[in-house]
């Protein structure tokens, strides 16, 4: 059974009044209180009271990255800061960072909607939990914690980093579930199989991974290098973090906590909703935030939403896996190509480790991509016809099934720097 059954299993037609009731309030709460919504309200002349159905969400102004900026740090505020508890940042590396704060009705919500994500994992009271997200300003720590408090379970707070003396607290305490990101996760194997304790002969047993794209083929490679079941999360600073959607034991689709996020899908160039199943960009309205509750955000990450009975037994709404971010998306010869794409492809070449990272550049008017990816150590060590071969290999495997030329570069074997949080698998040499 899910942790709160009132509302994961709660059948659809009462889901949806409980929607539409809370949307109403929220458009009320934010027209009252934050000027850059009423002034959109009023300039798209609507209300409150205009919205009949919950199909009469597309009424609505949606809202993006830059408002955000041009409203730090607090300009979207519904409260005043005397009820804010506490603020948390993106990690974003270009402009400024996006802010997120939270009444203490809102750190509590959070709170119940990450032990739901960390029930559906299987997560109990008699696990030991070593967080390895980044505790601080980053809302993947402080949100696991609280969530895996609320549970009741034995939780180590190490953070990320230092991945040795992760191994060896994992090792000393049992540690029987790690949370991180996948990307840290694959860091943390490859360590402690080259420091003669692999995880797999260790208590883990189980893995909550998310915060960047990742792909199933390295959840296979996680799951058997660890020994584990690793289940995707996922959230973001602007409605609250980690708690959104997550994957339940059938790992199949995340089920998003809807009775706290609408989640609609549209097409990001005309903005109109996709039909039912398609993919395209999520959009998020917030129905029950008090200190900064935003309407229908662009997320910019590209999924699909289906309503399907789940073998967990949680009504929620699946969303499938995130492929990537529209901002992502590479235009290659014009196709579009997205790095997860290449990610699963890799996983069918046994010479190179997941380890890549894809640097595009511009010639003329045309995105050109090399692929810079790892080899194994015997085949680096084989010399340069070997090399050359396995080059092709990959170029070919990758023309085929995409239909678009790389430029593969085999690299050295440990040689791009391992990720201790989010991955950074493009590097962008474009002109700006
Ligand atoms: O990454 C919150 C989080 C923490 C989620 C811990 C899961 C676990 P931000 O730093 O604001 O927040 O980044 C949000 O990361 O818009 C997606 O593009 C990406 N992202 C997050 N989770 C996933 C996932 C946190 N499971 C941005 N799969 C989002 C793919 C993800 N992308």
Redesign the pocket.
Known sequence: MPWNEQFECMPLADLRSFQLARLKETIAWVYERVPFYRNKLDEMGVKADDIKSLEDIVKLPFTVKNDLRDNYPFGLCAVPMKEVVRVHA??GTTGKP?TGPYTAEDVDQWTECVARVLWAAGIRDEDIVQNS?GIGL???GL??HQGATRIGCTVVPTSSGMTERQILLMKDFGTTALFC?PSYALTIAERAEELGTPIRDLPLRVGV??????TNAMRNEIEERMGISAV???????LG??GM?YECQAKDG?HINEDHFLAEIINPVTLEPVAPGERGELVLTALQRRAMPLLRYR???ITSLRRDKCSCGSTLIKMD??TG?SDDMLIINGVNVFPSQVESLLKDIQEVELQYQLVVGKKKHLDQVRLKVEARQDVYDAGPQKLDEVRNKIGNHIKEMLGISVNIELAAPKSITRSEG?AVRVIDERPR
């Open positions: 993106s990690s996006i997200y980053f809302t993947g949100g696991l990101t991974f998310g915060a960047e794209p990742w995707d999360i996922y959230g973001l600073t602007e973090g980690p959607a995340l997320t910019k990450d896996r995130i971010r989010k």
